[in-house]
Structure formats: structure tokens, C-alpha cells
């Protein structure tokens, strides 16, 4: 029995890939050097303004004066901000109209066909700290309906609190503006 020799189970690159590989470094370091020996430019652009070039490279202008020279600011609105005043036009505020008292709200969560679904739904209610009750409707002699309703509530403010409390259990209640008795 001859063992295989060691050489045998390892593979070779082939010489393409080391070229490839060899010709792609010289690229990369041919394009360090085309880097450094470019000159820096910045190039500073404003609405209205045409761009501009400044050379950064240590070239030194046909005319140099001695004075020192003052340097256009990048950003001019650091010194327009403390100057400028913003008036806000005068709004009267949000006064929300009030519910004529003879006037409340009413939800209704779901509406079943069998009493067992919606006393289910009434339960579920409950455990949310609010009073549903459950309210048969006959459409005709054969369609019976059983709709489990929340409320009344004289107020938004307490008709919406009772939204949020169904939402947190996936219901979506109908809203309902009921005229009451009372004038």
C-alpha cells in the first residue's frame, strides 16, 4: 500500500491568480503616489455664488502684501443670528367646542350573531375596568344581532380614555353621538 504523499492533497494556486493579485497591488500603490503628488483644492460653494477654487499647496501668490489679510468667514450666519428678530404672528389659541348637554357619546366594540361571542367580548371589557353591555337587535324576523356597547360618556376626554383602553386589546370601537332626553 502506497500513502499518498502530502503535496498531492494540497492544492495550488494557479499562476494567473497570483499575476492578478500581483498587478492589482502595483495599481493600488501607483494610485498612492498619483494621490500625493496632486495639489489640495477646497472648493467652497454658496447659493447665488459661482464655485470657487482655493489652492491650499504652498504656492505663493503673484502679489503678496504684508498686512495680514482678513479671511472671508465660511459661515456667515453666526453673525446674522444675533441680529435678526423673528415675530410670530399673533394666533388665538384652541378652545374645543363644548357637547351640548343633551348630547353624549357611545361605543360599540363588536356586534355578533351569537349572544356567546359577544357576552365573550363584554367579559374581555371588563377586565379593562369599563361597563359594557351586550344589546339585541333583530334586523328582521330570522337576522338576529347581539352588539356589546360602552358608555354613555358626556365627555371626550373620558370617551377617549375608554378608546385607549380597547385599542390595548385589538378593538376598534365605532363612535357613536347619541341625543339624550335631558334639555
Request: proline share 7%; hydrophobic share 35%; net charge positive.
Given at each position: ?43 467652497i ?16 501668490p ?45 361605543l360599540?366594540?363588536g ?24 344589546e ?48
Amino acid at each position: 500500500m502506497a500513502k499518498k504523499t502530502t503535496s498531492s492533497s494540497q492544492k495550488k494556486v494557479p499562476g494567473w491568480v497570483w499575476a492578478f493579485n500581483l498587478a492589482l497591488a502595483a495599481m493600488f500603490l501607483y494610485f498612492l503616489y498619483y494621490l500625493k503628488s496632486v495639489p489640495e483644492t477646497t472648493e467652497i460653494e454658496s447659493p447665488g455664488q459661482t464655485t470657487t477654487k482655493q489652492s491650499t499647496s504652498p504656492q505663493k501668490p503673484a502679489e503678496e502684501s504684508d498686512a495680514p489679510q482678513k479671511e472671508d468667514p465660511r459661515f456667515k450666519f453666526y453673525d446674522m443670528l444675533p441680529e435678526t428678530e423673528v415675530v410670530a404672528p399673533k394666533v388665538e389659541e384652541y378652545t374645543p367646542k363644548k357637547l351640548p348637554e343633551n348630547y353624549a357619546y357611545m361605543l360599540q366594540t363588536g356586534s355578533f350573531r351569537t349572544f356567546d361571542d359577544a357576552e365573550r367580548q363584554r367579559a374581555m371589557i371588563g377586565f379593562q375596568g369599563l361597563k359594557a353591555q351586550v344589546e339585541k337587535y333583530q334586523a328582521s324576523e330570522d337576522n338576529i344581532w347581539f352588539r356589546v356597547k360602552v358608555g354613555p360618556f358626556t365627555s371626550r376626554s373620558k370617551m377617549n380614555s375608554a378608546v385607549d383602553k380597547l385599542v390595548a386589546i385589538n378593538i376598534q370601537p365605532l363612535v357613536k353621538k347619541l341625543k339624550t332626553d335631558k334639555e
